[in-house]
């Protein structure tokens, strides 16, 4: 019987959770802190060695997984707020997870033959970590094919507040802005869109508290990025109609004109 050290198992699944957990962050284009993504990798190191002790059933092994998968992702992209938003990232981590493993599992395959059983432990274990690397890479090549096509993309959002109204969109990549307190995707309203709401064109917090539709729910966002840097003012609406389906997200204002011709931009999250 083969011995089976638990802090290299442990290590092991902790890399391949990182790199799978930080490709996911990629292709989501979530702004997410390093230390979530080393929480994340330990809950799932931590897992794999316990499936060692435990002895469970194929159907059982399989629903503790997913929700295995799931616990890790909300440590990672989660907040209290909205539980719901974890279940795609999850969705993907799982997958990320099955084209890693699998592709990893087919060249240990097909170049087990090649090593003797006294080599094969020690050779295939250094030719399976640039294997991993690489498999990394081409992962996040296609994310970011993905996301190129995604910016692109031109839709109409419908913001609901006491009143409805609707707004040309782009959709951003580079926009990772969150609002700090209920983690929320940011839309980020042109300046004539941002009219709508703030008559006056002065977007301060002070302001802003003078119009009934935005008061009371006001929020401060820190922002940097190629159209703002500073703080920004924003509110949180009942709700966003984005191609046909209402997201929870904030709302600020800005003193651009137009971006690309369109009222706001909408993160890749949203989407």
Not at 214 to 227: E, L, W
């Amino acid at each position: 019987m083969s011995e089976i050290y638990a802090d290299i198992f442990f290590l092991i699944n902790f890399s391949m959770d990182f790199i799978c957990l930080f490709l996911t962050g990629l292709i989501l284009g979530k702004k997410t802190k390093i230390r979530r993504f080393v929480l994340g990798a330990a809950l799932g190191g931590v897992y794999s060695v316990i499936t060692l002790f435990i002895d469970l059933s194929s159907p059982l092994r399989f629903i503790i997984t997913i929700l295995s998968a799931f616990i890790i992702c909300f440590s990672v992209f989660g907040n209290f707020h909205s539980q719901k938003n974890v279940l795609f990232p999850t969705f993907l981590f799982i997958s990320v997870s099955f084209f890693m493993g699998g592709a990893l599992t087919y060249l240990y395959s097909s170049l087990g033959k090649y090593f003797t059983k006294a080599q094969s432990e020690q050779d295939l274990s250094i030719l399976l970590l640039p294997a991993s690397l690489i498999c990394g890479v081409l992962s996040y090549v296609v994310s970011r094919i993905s996301q190129k096509r995604l910016s692109a993309k031109r839709f109409d959002i419908v913001v609901v507040t006491e009143k409805e109204c609707c707004f040309s969109a782009l959709c951003d990549s580079g926009n990772l802005l969150c609002e700090p307190i209920s983690r929320l995707p940011v839309i980020i309203l042109s300046k004539k869109a941002s009219l709508n709401y703030i008559k006056s064109g002065i977007f301060t917090p002070y302001e802003a508290a003078k119009y009934p539709e935005v008061s009371g729910k006001i929020r401060i966002i820190p922002a940097k990025s190629a159209f703002s840097q500073g703080m920004l003012t924003g509110f949180i609406p009942q709700g966003v109609l984005i191609e046909g389906k209402t997201q929870k997200c904030c709302i600020a204002f800005s003193e651009n004109e137009d971006f690309g011709g369109c009222d706001c931009l909408v993160p890749t999250v949203l989407l």
